[in-house]
Nanobody
Framework: QVQLVESGGGLVLAGGSLRLSCVASITFFTIKSMGWYRQAPGKQRELVAGITSDGTTNYAEFVQGRFTISRDNTKNTVYLQMNGLKSEDTAVYYC???????????????WGQGTQVTVSS
């Protein structure tokens, strides 16, 4: 069983900061990676940042230098520190994890329910 619970979204002025958190409750699976995606109204869901189990990170070009993803493996928690927020960052942010079960070599994807981030200019 895999459950992801996000928190930390909200309303912020342009130039401000927010920190998103996502706690993964996992049984019988091993986490391969965790990350954040976002979806703005009328647009497709897009990758924001990801981090693998060994700490390798990747970022979308549009958040380079502004957002930082980190992870606490002991708590199965991933964070997204967002600084220098812009109005175009307004979206629902979704936590994602790719996991492998103990009984096969497949990879399965799970999503959180999403948290709204609104940046007011």
């Amino acid at each position: 069983q895999v459950q992801l619970v996000e928190s930390g979204g909200g309303l912020v002025l342009a130039g401000g900061s927010l920190r998103l958190s996502c706690v993964a409750s996992i049984t019988f699976f091993t986490i391969k990676s965790m990350g954040w995606y976002r979806q703005a109204p009328g647009k497709q869901r897009e990758l924001v940042a990801g981090i693998t189990s060994d700490g390798t990170t990747n970022y979308a070009e549009f958040v380079q230098g502004r957002f930082t993803i980190s992870r606490d493996n002991t708590k199965n928690t991933v964070y997204l520190q967002m600084n220098g927020l812009k109005s175009e960052d307004t979206a629902v942010y979704y936590c994602h994890t790719a996991v492998s079960p103990s009984w096969d070599s497949g990879t399965y994807n799970y999503w959180g329910q999403g948290t709204q981030v609104t940046v007011s200019s």
